[in-house]
């Protein structure tokens, strides 16, 4: 069965550095999504970023990119130029072909600092 | 246009009583997943739909759970007989298909606390 595993119960960082969330995943599988949510006070889950497991570049949205090793699986979020609402819990999720399903690990609470 | 919404966002009830939690997807999508957040834990799969297949229960964790689709749109989550460890959030998704490549929006969630 597939795991993914956050090892960072909580981070925290100053305003405008950067910082790095850890995941690791367990599959068997060759062709698999892995994503980065995030989840504010509010509850809203909100989807930070994607990597495609045949992709071999990692994904970037703006601040957000990703550090993708397929053959350690593991799959880092870095965070850069830190801002205080990027202050919410990240969850590293997985897709495989086990069905609609996404395996989340058990969350990273991040805060940002002023 | 309009999200993923849920209701109630808040509800308290007794050791016993059956409980109903609603979820009105996307438009248009056609899975539709629960996800259920117990304090300071991650998410857990609970079931999917995805349109008139049969769905996916293999994560609901007792007989007292239940889900249904109506005419392919809204859902209706029931748990029977509520026990103490079922307070949690309740988190509904949807997607345009089941499949890593669409992704899951997801509504904002019911909590529910059993007294």
């Known amino acids: 069965a597939q795991t993914v595993t956050q090892s960072q119960p909580e981070m925290s960082v100053q305003e405008a550095e950067t910082v790095t969330l850890s995941c690791t995943y367990d599959?068997?599988?060759?062709?698999?999504?892995l994503f980065w949510y995030k989840q504010p006070p509010s509850r809203q889950m909100i989807l930070v970023i994607r990597?495609?497991?045949?992709?071999?570049q990692n994904a970037t949205e703006n601040r957000f990119s990703v550090n993708f090793q397929k053959a350690a699986k593991s799959f880092s979020l870095k965070i850069s130029d830190s801002q205080l609402g990027d202050t919410a819990m990240y969850f590293c999720?997985?897709?495989?072909?086990?069905?609609?399903?996404?395996?989340f690990g058990q969350g990273t609470e991040l805060s940002v600092k002023p | 246009g309009a999200g993923v919404s849920q209701s109630p966002s808040n509800k308290v009830t007794e050791k016993g009583k059956d409980v109903e939690l609603r979820c009105d997807p996307i438009s248009g999508h056609t899975a539709l997943y629960w996800y259920r957040q117990s304090l300071g834990q991650g998410l857990e799969f609970l079931i999917y739909f995805q349109g008139n297949s049969a769905p996916d229960k293999s994560g609901l964790p007792s007989d007292r759970f239940s889900a249904e689709r109506t005419g392919g749109s809204v859902s209706t989550l029931t748990i029977q007989r509520t026990q103490q460890e079922d307070s949690a959030v309740y988190l509904c998704a949807s997607s345009l298909m089941a499949g890593g490549m669409y992704e899951q929006y997801f509504g904002p969630g019911t909590r529910l606390t059993v007294t």
């Open positions: 599959t068997s599988e060759n062709n698999y999504y």
């Open positions: 990597q495609e497991a045949y992709k071999q």
């Open positions: 999720a997985f897709w495989g072909n086990q069905g609609g399903k996404l395996i």
